[in-house]
Nanobody, 116 residues
């Protein structure tokens, strides 16, 4: 059974950077499509970015384009979300989601707070 754990969240000042990691246990992530979502207080969960099972990044939320990037680290069985030039609107809980065929898995999320 695949289990996902997000890490790397925290408090950062506006303009700062964080790198979130989505690490899998119980199975390899190589053949899964991975999505990063976020949910701000009082708002719906939104898709931030997506990498396919063939390592093509084919979606970034408009507001994060040019600031965020997704990459896969197969050696660590991890997918990373590098976040630069953070602003208050990036505050929220960030979740990773893995999908393969009809199976879908979620992590429990990691809090990102952008504040001075």
């Amino acid at each position: 059974q695949l289990q996902l754990e997000e890490s790397g969240g925290g408090l950062v000042q506006p303009g700062g950077s964080l790198r979130l990691s989505c690490t899998a246990s119980g199975s390899r992530l190589d053949k899964h499509a991975i999505s990063w979502y976020r949910q701000a207080p009082g708002k719906m969960r939104e898709l931030v970015g997506h990498i396919t099972s063939t390592d093509v990044v084919n979606f970034y939320l408009n507001s994060v384009k040019g600031r965020f990037s997704i990459s896969r680290d197969k050696a660590k069985n991890t997918v990373n979300l590098q976040m630069n030039s953070l602003n208050a609107d990036d505050t929220g809980v960030y979740f990773c989601n893995a999908r393969r065929a009809t199976s879908e898995y979620w992590g429990q999320g990691t809090q990102v707070t952008v504040s001075s």
